[in-house]
């Protein structure tokens, strides 16, 4: 059986995607839906062809996470512009997982060459890998950015549906590690407001993000920081936006409630040409958490390909 292809003519509107979202959380709680996941994973994939930054976003998306200004568009940003389209795949009908309360575990980003202001931007993504988890059922969304038919970037974002377990489901608990708090090269502090500051920069208005009382609604006691907008922090924490092709990978812990504020530390790695080829290459290694409370928030690793 072949992929199919949904051909989308805009970027899609994430504010009516959550509207939407929500809306089918409040039958599947009215209808008392078994919480049980029987769909396996459509076959198709989503597709916006000609996307395009304005200098004026960027700009704003490079101030707020920390980026000097540049016609480089970092490879986070990117993950921005390909959101919407993932989000029309995980909020169709044939999707066997409810959007809304969907919690991000993971993201890969794979920059093979940089994609520069201006250059029109081809986006594809793509769900597979259902799969169990000890507290739900996890997915990866994958997304691929081609400027003139070459691939530049590529993403995997790993999600969670919490309470939404597989019919089959032979999940394990996984024991969490001791994490002992490395010496701060920084100090983060989060105001209130950050959420709503970076849904203006990506056009994420996920509700947990803007205010308290959105986030109680999904189950959180206060708002909390933006993933993605703590990730790209981090990138910009590492000083790594000269390499032109590099890896970034990042793992998400407990959530940042904001205000608040983060304690991070990013220790560069060079190894020596005698090590492996994998160990050779230049890295970063970050980790952020809370500065109270010592629990950790995230940690990943950016690699020089």
């Known amino acids: 059986m072949s992929t199919s292809t949904v051909e ?27 919480s049980g996941v029987t769909g396996a994973l459509p076959d198709t994939r989503y597709r916006l062809r000609a996307i395009t930054a304005s200098a004026e976003r960027l700009t704003a998306y490079q101030h707020l996470v920390g980026e000097p200004a540049a016609d480089r568009l970092p490879a986070c940003f990117v993950h921005v512009l390909s959101f919407p389209v993932a989000m029309s795949l995980m909020a169709a009908s044939d999707f066997p997982l409810p959007l809304m309360g969907m919690v991000h ?22 769900a597979n890998h259902l799969r169990a988890h000890h507290r739900g059922t996890q997915v990866d969304v994958t997304a691929t950015a081609r400027v003139g038919g070459t691939v530049r970037w590529h993403s995997r974002s790993t999600y969670l549906a919490k309470g939404v377990f597989l019919d089959d489901d032979d999940r394990q608990t996984v024991p969490r590690p001791e994490f002992e708090p490395p010496t701060p090269t920084g100090l983060w502090a989060l105001p209130g407001d950050i959420g709503r500051r970076y849904a203006r920069v990506s056009g994420d208005y996920n509700p947990i993000h803007l205010s308290s009382a959105g986030a109680k609604l999904l189950g959180f006691r206060r708002a909390i920081a933006h993933g993605m907008y703590l990730a790209a922090r981090a990138v910009a924490a590492s000083d790594v936006r000269h390499w032109d092709a590099m890896t970034q990978q990042v793992s998400f812990g407990s959530p940042a409630i904001v205000p608040g504020r983060v304690a991070f530390a990013a220790q560069p790695n060079e190894r020596g040409e005698e090590a492996g080829a994998e160990e050779s290459r230049a890295r970063v290694d970050y980790v952020g958490w809370n500065a109270k409370s010592g629990r950790k928030h995230f940690s990943g690793s950016i690699i020089h390909n």
């Open 8 to 34: 989308l003519t805009s970027t899609p509107s994430l504010p009516a995607i959550y509207a939407s979202a929500a809306k089918d959380a409040g039958r599947r709680r009215f209808s008392r839906t078994s």
């Open 105 to 126: 575990l993971d993201n890969r980003i794979d920059q093979f060459a940089p994609i520069v202001l201006g250059e029109a931007i081809d986006i594809d993504c793509r």
